[in-house]
């Protein structure tokens, strides 16, 4: 049986990076707001989970500053596992909790290329699970998905849901990891939940998505569709450079936590310095939930060769870096963005407004 537990999420300021050895200033402030956020949390049940949201090690200075994606897999990118998990690590073992985090890492087969990572550590402090993004909001990001690698992606690790949507059973339940975009497309948290998952991390999204309420809309949708908890932290103040002063408010708050039944259980709307959200997970009402409910339990009743029908033509192109580089902004745009749209016109899926 599995205790009620609260689970954390961090809102912390955080620092760009122009090296690795960067990362170090944005770690020693997460390792502080930790002891302040489990603290307080703890005072009411006990806390077993913190998630530290995406870009709190790195920032997002290959996106904003479009970085060439080599020298920022060289000089930028770490190794999960490495130093930088080996200290967060350290700090799930003196709080005795489950850490999910994210960073822009290398692939071992791959040096040239980085990835957006997603890694969850146990209260040994060691890595049980890496989630290679799938979705990125390419026209902004410079990682790689299994996705553009798909062919190898699949000779190496099989066409299977672990592969591509992993989970790990633990003692606080099933987890799994969903990030950012990822959580705008419902095949992901559908894909995680046919894997197993209870409980997802989807961190972080920008302003102006929070702020129009994308965030909360397809947080709270992916719980319910799927009856599973989204832990959901977004970021803080981003400051652009190590030695900024002064952090812009690039995520515009709404950070939450959402129950298996679209909920929400804890929720912190501003971003005024470095904060946290934290709510109660009842891992064992889930799958009470699961078992009795008789109509808002859906994955039971899905008609999977329907489904199948949907997604019988690709859409986006496979293998797109198996053998190059990922460009600059503009080159997406006009190689992929610009010919997305005009396949899904030519398909007869979009009908193209007056004019263009």
């Given at each position: 049986m599995v205790e009620p537990y609260n689970a954390v999420g961090l809102i912390p300021s955080f620092w760009g990076i122009r090296e690795r050895a960067d990362i170090a200033k944005n770690l020693e402030h997460i390792e502080s707001l930790t002891h302040a956020a489990f603290w307080l949390s703890n005072l009411d049940i006990p806390v077993r989970l913190i998630a530290i949201p995406e870009g709190a090690l790195q920032g997002f200075n290959d996106e904003v500053l479009d970085v060439d994606h080599a020298d920022f897999a060289r000089t930028c990118a770490i190794d999960i596992p490495g130093p930088e998990t080996d200290r967060l690590g350290a700090l799930a073992r003196k709080w005795g909790v489950f850490i999910m985090a994210q960073a822009k890492a290398r692939h071992e087969d791959w040096p040239g290329l980085f990835f957006n990572v997603g890694f969850i550590l146990d209260p040994d402090g060691a890595v049980i699970l890496k989630h290679y993004k799938l979705s990125a909001l390419l026209p902004c990001e410079r990682s790689v998905s299994p996705h553009d690698i798909f062919d190898w992606w699949i000779e190496k690790y099989g066409r299977t849901l672990q592969a591509f949507w992993p989970v790990v059973d633990t003692a606080i339940g099933r987890l799994g990891i969903?990030?950012?975009?990822?959580?705008?497309?419902?095949?992901?948290?559908?894909?995680?939940?046919?894997?197993?998952?209870?409980?997802?991390?989807?961190?972080?999204?920008?302003?102006?998505?929070?702020?129009?309420?994308?965030?909360?809309?397809?947080?709270?949708?992916?719980?319910?569709?799927?009856?599973?908890?989204?832990?959901?932290?977004?970021?803080?103040?981003?400051?652009?450079?190590?030695?900024?002063?002064?952090?812009?408010?690039?995520?515009?708050?709404?950070?939450?936590?959402?129950?298996?039944?679209?909920?929400?259980?804890?929720?912190?709307?501003?971003?005024?310095?470095?904060?946290?959200?934290?709510?109660?997970?009842?891992?064992?009402?889930?799958?009470?939930?699961?078992?009795?409910a008789q109509v808002t339990n859906w994955m039971k009743d899905i008609r999977a060769e329907l489904a199948q029908i949907i997604y019988e033509q690709p859409i986006y192109p496979k293998n797109r870096y198996a053998d190059k580089i990922p460009g600059r902004h503009s080159d997406y745009k006009r190689e992929v963005i610009d010919k997305q749209v005009a396949l899904m016109q030519a398909r007869g899926i979009w009908k193209a407004p007056f004019g263009g």
């Open positions: 969903m990030m950012a975009m990822e959580g705008s497309y419902p095949e992901n948290a559908r894909g995680l939940a046919m894997n197993g998952a209870e409980i997802v991390y989807r961190a972080s999204l920008p302003a102006p998505f929070t702020e129009n309420d994308f965030f909360e809309i397809t947080n709270r949708a992916r719980a319910l569709e799927n009856n599973m908890y989204v832990v959901a932290p977004n970021i803080g103040g981003y400051h652009l450079y190590p030695d900024s002063h002064t952090p812009i408010d690039a995520g515009g708050g709404q950070s939450m936590i959402v129950d298996y039944r679209g909920g929400l259980v804890g929720k912190q709307r501003d971003t005024n310095g470095s904060t946290f959200v934290t709510g109660p997970i009842h891992i064992e009402a889930l799958r009470h939930h699961r078992q009795h």
